[in-house]
């Protein structure tokens, strides 16, 4: 069974908006710090933004900074990516992950816990 199940994905033009979600399945991760990372075709995966288990600390790529707000809902142990004025580069699949580590992570060898992801298009 897959800990994090993510969804929202989908076709989108340049300029618009897309918001993701990471639900818990069969395990909480309410007390996690949890991170997005995503993945190009033929490129590495790259940290995109993570949260506390508070949702008091977050951290961002700067490459999405300012344009990407990342939340959590304890109580629907649910985490949350809100992506405005995307750009055809933001294209890649999006995985969320869990670490037990306090505070936000950019080092995706950190996390223990991913899902399979959510496919991001963006049209120019």
């Known amino acids: 069974q897959v800990p994090l199940v993510e969804s929202g994905g989908g076709l989108v033009q340049a300029g618009g908006s897309l918001r993701l979600s990471c639900a818990a399945s069969?395990?909480?991760?309410?007390?996690?710090?949890m991170g997005w990372f995503r993945q190009a075709a033929g490129k590495e995966r790259e940290f995109v933004a993570a949260?506390?288990?508070?949702?008091?600390?977050?951290s961002y790529a700067d490459s999405v900074k300012g344009r990407f707000t990342i939340s959590r809902d304890t109580a629907k142990d649910t985490v949350y990516l809100q992506m405005d004025n995307l750009k055809p580069e933001d294209t890649a699949l999006y995985s969320c992950?869990?670490?037990?580590?306090?505070?936000?992570?950019?080092?995706?060898?950190?996390?223990?816990?991913w899902g399979q992801g959510t496919q991001v298009t963006v049209s120019s």
């Open positions: 992950a869990s670490t037990v580590y306090s505070l936000p992570d950019h080092r995706a060898s950190k996390y223990n816990y």
């Open positions: 069969g395990r909480t991760f309410s007390s996690n710090v």
């Open positions: 949260i506390s288990w508070s949702g008091g600390i977050t």
